[in-house]
């Protein structure tokens, strides 16, 4: 692993450090500093021979080179184990990153996962709901279709729509409307003058009522804009109802099995 900028500028600095030091002491002790003594009639006079290296505070014993060396040395000496400390830690704190960025990756995956799982989950719940509600939707259609289509069939009329004994037929109230008057009048009147002999399929009487439904239920077509589902599908019913009864005769005899 390279040594880090901080590193090199300590080296270089205790090895500066240590050079400097050096010379300095080696200038001093090439420096002849000169010694002295008080003599009563002479004042301060120097020692014979009195000159030494140069020292603190001039008193002899200065550093030689070899000694101002020595402490370059140990200056550079103590930069290069300091460089290894830093060093050392460098490598402790990029160690120390490296791991928690590995745990946090570790974290950020089981995030991921974890929101992976709880997409799919959801996406599966919502699936479900809407296969539920599909299968829900289509059996009350079917059930509606079925509801429409019993309604819709013509029956023989019951006894409150149609008085078979006096041939009075009791209208509902969306067929009672002044639209419906002259196929309401006309229907009561053929109704009232059927006969053993002129009633039943195939009788003129039957032809002419069915002629005269029809023309009613194109008139309930046309108005179609003014009723409700309700009240068209109860028209329809009972004017093909009204029709299916005139195949049958006053005697009661069954209308042919085609229809």
Known sequence: MKTSWRHSCVVLM?????????????CF??????????NAYHGYLPFPGGYGYGGYGGYGGGMTAAMGAGVGIGA???GLGQAKVD???????????????LQAYQE?????????????????????????????????????KKDMAARAAPHRLSAE????????????????GSLFDE???????????????NSGAGSENCAAIEKETDKMLKQVGADINNLDVDEYITARHFITSLAYEARFTVNGAPAPVDR
Not at 14 to 26: K, Y
Not at 29 to 38: E, F
Not at 90 to 99: C, D, F, P, V, W
Request: some cysteine; hydrophobic content about 35%; proline content about 3%.
């Open 183 to 197: 196929s309401r009048y006309e229907l009561d009147k053929l109704f009232a003058a059927r006969t053993p002999s």
């Open 29 to 38: 002790a090439q420096v002849r500093i000169p010694r002295y003594h008080y």
């Open 87 to 101: 060093q050392g830690a460098y490598e402790l704190e990029h160690t120390q990153a490296e791991s928690q960025y």
């Open 161 to 176: 729509q149609f008085d078979r004994q006096h041939d009075i037929i009791t209208w509902p109230g969306i067929l009672r």
């Open 108 to 144: 950020y995956l089981k995030t991921v996962e974890l929101q992976r799982q709880t997409y799919n989950e959801r996406q599966q719940a919502l699936m479900r709901d809407y296969a539920a509600k599909t299968a829900m939707a289509r059996e009350q259609v079917e059930a509606y």
């Open 14 to 26: 205790a090895t500066l450090s240590g050079v400097f030091s050096c010379g300095v002491s080696e």
């Open 76 to 78: 550079a000496a103590q």
